[in-house]
Structure formats: C-alpha cells, structure tokens
C-alpha cells in the first residue's frame, strides 16, 4: 500500500489550500481514509476522516472551515481548507484504515505534507 499526499504549501492567514491523498496498490476494503495533523512539539491529532460510506468526523477546531471528501474510483481522499489561521500550521498525514476481516483492521500513513500559515 503506498499513500501520495500533495498540496500543502505556504499562505497568509485567512487563505485555503486543498490537500489530496491517492492511495495505490490497495488490496482489501478501506474502511477510513483521513487526515492528521502534528505541529511542533504536540501530538498528532485528527483533523477529519471519511468512511467508506461516506460518513465524516472532524476535529471541533477545524468544523466550519475543513471539509473532506473522497473520489471512491480513484481512492483518493481530498481536504480543503479554508479559513486558515496560523494554529493549523503542521505536518499533514494522510491515513487509510482498510478491512482486513470482519474483526481487523490495518492502518497506513502517508509521508506528511507540510502546511504552513503566515500571520
């Protein structure tokens, strides 16, 4: 399994940016694709995931200005973010959860993309 994430970059405070994830080579059901985030010095933390039907969860520090989505057909989970504030400056990880049987689960990273918000 392997996870490109692209889209992170450098913008003022207030802009967006829109992160993409494609996960390749994937031989089971995903069960979630995500994202996280850590900045320096914290723990990383979820900013949002997606089930696979379509269901979505977001940290309460991001409602209102991320919005996740997913191209199914492409496996491929998509992050705008708008609204940015310096606070969300991090690494971004994108994760997949896949279904290995009815009681397990396997989780993937992707390498981090850097998103950095000037004020």
């Known amino acids: 399994v392997q996870l490109q994430a692209s889209g992170g970059g450098l913008v003022q405070t207030g802009g967006s940016l829109r992160l993409s994830c494609a996960a390749s080579?994937?031989?089971?059901?995903?069960?979630?694709m995500g994202w996280y985030r850590q900045a320096a010095g914290k723990q990383r933390e979820l900013v949002a995931d997606i089930t696979s039907r379509g269901s979505t969860n977001y940290a309460d520090s991001v409602k209102g200005r991320f919005t996740i989505s997913r191209d199914s057909s492409k496996n491929t989970v998509y992050l705008q973010m708008n609204s940015l504030k310096p606070e969300d400056t991090a690494v971004y990880y994108c994760?997949?959860?896949?279904?290995?049987?009815?009681?397990?689960?396997?989780?993937?990273w992707g390498q981090g993309t850097q998103v950095t918000i000037s004020s």
């Open positions: 994760q997949l959860v896949l279904s290995i049987t009815r009681y397990s689960t396997s989780t993937y």
């Open positions: 080579g994937i031989d089971f059901n995903i069960n979630t």
